[in-house]
């Protein structure tokens, strides 16, 4: 599992290093929790947009 920290109401996507995206939920609480156990290992990007601003974060799966 991995946990995010945004605003309620944000966009969340999970794009892989090759651009494709995994993931794409919109934030219901301030805490958001992706199960990643079913992606592959490696590198992967997370985009937080919240009015107007994007925000991109690299995390690695193990």
């Known amino acids: 599992m991995l946990n995010i920290q945004a605003e309620e109401g944000s ?7 090759t651009g494709a995206k ?3 939920l919109i934030a219901s ?3 958001v929790t992706i ?3 079913d992606l592959a290992k ?3 990007l ?7 601003t994007k925000q991109v974060e690299k ?4």
């Open 11 to 17: 966009q969340i996507n999970m794009v892989s290093v």
């Open 22 to 24: 995994v993931r794409s």
């Open 29 to 31: 609480s301030s805490v």
């Open 35 to 37: 199960p990643v156990s």
């Open 42 to 44: 490696g590198i992967y």
């Open 46 to 52: 997370i985009e937080i947009i919240n009015n107007g």
């Open 59 to 62: 995390v690695q799966i193990n």
